[in-house]
């Protein structure tokens, strides 16, 4: 087992920017993959990025058109979701998850999940 936990969620008016945090606390973050979900009320649970343990590979969502960046620093044992331009659609709890192997955009292939952080955008 895995503790994941975010944070940076809160409410922001569409065009704004907020920076999510992942880590695991008492592992060494570099030992894992990291992705990021997003669940609004109603919909499914989505892909939004994923990167590799040194950041050597990165995807991301369609959606996302260049508005956010997934990044790492494994000196501080943190990952990051970096979100610019956000807009009301963008409203969802988000999600990190984390994975010894670099695993897909499903949900299913994940196991080890953080709380969620709530990310509000406003008109």
């Known amino acids: 087992q895995v503790q994941v936990v975010e944070s940076g969620g809160g409410l922001v008016q569409a065009g704004g920017s907020l920076r999510l945090s992942c880590s695991a606390p008492g592992r060494t973050f570099s030992d894992f993959c990291m992705a990021w979900f997003r669940q609004a009320p109603g919909k499914e649970r989505e892909f939004v990025a994923r990167i590799t343990w040194e950041g050597s590979q990165i995807d991301y969502a369609d959606f996302v058109q260049g508005r956010f960046t997934i990044s790492r620093d494994n000196a501080k044992n943190t990952g990051y979701l970096q979100m610019d331009t956000l807009k009301v659609e963008d409203t969802a709890n988000y999600y990190c998850?984390?994975?010894?192997?670099?695993?897909?955009?499903?949900?299913?292939?994940?196991?080890?999940w953080g709380q969620g952080t709530q990310v509000t955008v406003t008109s």
């Open positions: 998850a984390v994975s010894r192997q670099y695993r897909g955009q499903s949900p299913s292939e994940y196991i080890d």
